[in-house]
């Protein structure tokens, strides 16, 4: 039963993927006609959030998207930082949503940074104590209950990450439409290009569940 659900949950989110890259394919075509770069935009909405200690840099890749409340960077991959079409201008405000987030000291973001330490630590180690637990089940079952345990964790962030992306979305699309950024075209398409990165985190969440709780189930089987 867990192997039709990993390969379901690997389908819908190849399916997610593959649609997210299409939406933003389709929505970089779309030019805006303030004629404002990604950078612009972000420099923008912080500026009008009254943020002035946040940078906004350029970064290589293409979806490096972040914002880095450790340094307080936002960070645009080249394309967005450059580009003038409502994609970039999603991104743009989406990230800088995170750090409206930061400033106001949004509780969920805050849950999730204290989260990033544990999670970037153990994400090594946690596959390999999981499967050196079930080798040793028999004999040693505290070593599957500790890499549970840790898995749990992971699983805690990629949920606590959906409000908080959720939020930075819909933090950018009001201050896109409030203060008249882009057409009503240029928005549909903004909002279309969140909606479906947004369920990026969705699936994972999802499969972060439905794996955590194939593994409490071999645990309580154990016997």
């Known amino acids: 039963m867990y192997l039709i659900l990993a390969g379901l949950i690997m389908l819908f989110s190849w399916l997610v993927s593959s649609r997210l890259k299409s939406k933003f394919e ?3 075509k779309l030019q805006l006609q303030n ?4 950078r612009e935009i972000a420099e923008k909405m912080l500026a009008d ?9 350029s970064v290589e890749g293409q979806l490096t998207d972040h914002y880095n409340p450790a340094d307080k960077t936002v960070n645009l ?3 967005v930082y450059n580009q003038r079409n409502a994609a970039a201008a999603a991104v743009a405000a989406h990230e800088c949503g995170h750090a409206v987030q930061h400033a106001t000291a949004y509780s969920w973001l805050e849950m999730r940074s204290k989260l990033v ?4 630590i153990t994400s090594n180690y946690v596959q390999w104590i999981l499967i050196a637990g079930i080798l040793m089940l028999k004999t040693f079952p505290q070593l599957l209950l500790v890499g549970i345990v ?4 992971t699983t805690l962030f990629t949920v606590i990450t959906l409000p908080v992306e959720y939020d930075a979305s819909n933090r950018a699309l009001a201050w896109l439409e409030n203060k008249n950024m882009l057409t009503r075209e240029e928005h549909a398409g903004a909002k ?3 909606n479906w990165a947004a369920r990026t985190y969705v699936v994972a969440a999802i499969g ?3 794996t955590l709780l194939y593994y409490i189930s071999i645990f309580n089987n154990r016997r």
């Open 35 to 38: 004629g404002m770069s990604g």
């Open 49 to 57: 959030h009254g943020i002035r200690d946040v940078r906004v840099i």
């Open 150 to 153: 840790i898995f749990a964790a």
């Open 77 to 79: 991959s080249e394309g």
């Open 26 to 28: 389709l929505y970089s």
């Open 117 to 120: 330490p544990v999670v970037s």
């Open 208 to 210: 972060s569940i439905a």
């Open 192 to 194: 279309d290009a969140l």
